[in-house]
């Protein structure tokens, strides 16, 4: 019998070393099914992320921007009425339009981005 028939006869009738790993069962990874994704879920809860808003982008040259002043317009690459990118840890996972809600901005989501459509953003 060779070296490795005999591994496998000994791991089919439990004859493994007491220090050699063995399969792990679903439920002590899972944490018991159902109940267990809920708690994981609970976990999560009190995580915090940074959200960001992004109104638009632009390119300027050091000259144009050292010439900054107050009451400057800086015109940006988005149209006025498109939707912002709503980024979640630098990545982008909705769009949203502008409103003013109590004399404050606020987004409504429009579109959540799927999973293919997701991007770091944070490089610029």
């Known amino acids: 019998m060779s070296e490795e028939e005999k591994e ?28 267990g994704d809920a708690g994981s879920i609970d976990m999560l809860m009190d995580v915090t992320l940074k959200l960001r808003v992004e109104l638009g982008r632009t390119r ?13 317009v800086v015109t940006l690459g988005k149209l006025a009425g498109d939707f912002v990118d709503v980024l979640v840890n630098d990545k982008l996972v909705a769009r949203g ?20 459509e997701r991007q770091d953003v944070s490089g610029g």
Do not use: H, W, Y
Request: contains cysteine; proline residues 5%; aromatic residues 2%.
């Open 60 to 72: 300027m040259s050091v000259g144009d921007i050292l010439n900054l002043k107050s009451g400057s």
């Open 8 to 35: 496998t006869t000994d791991a089919r009738e439990g004859g493994r070393d007491e220090g050699a790993p063995g399969p792990v069962q679903s439920d002590e990874v899972a944490g018991g099914g159902a109940a």
């Open 97 to 116: 339009e502008v409103l003013i809600l109590n004399d404050r901005f606020c987004v409504r989501i429009a579109e959540i981005v799927s999973p293919e």
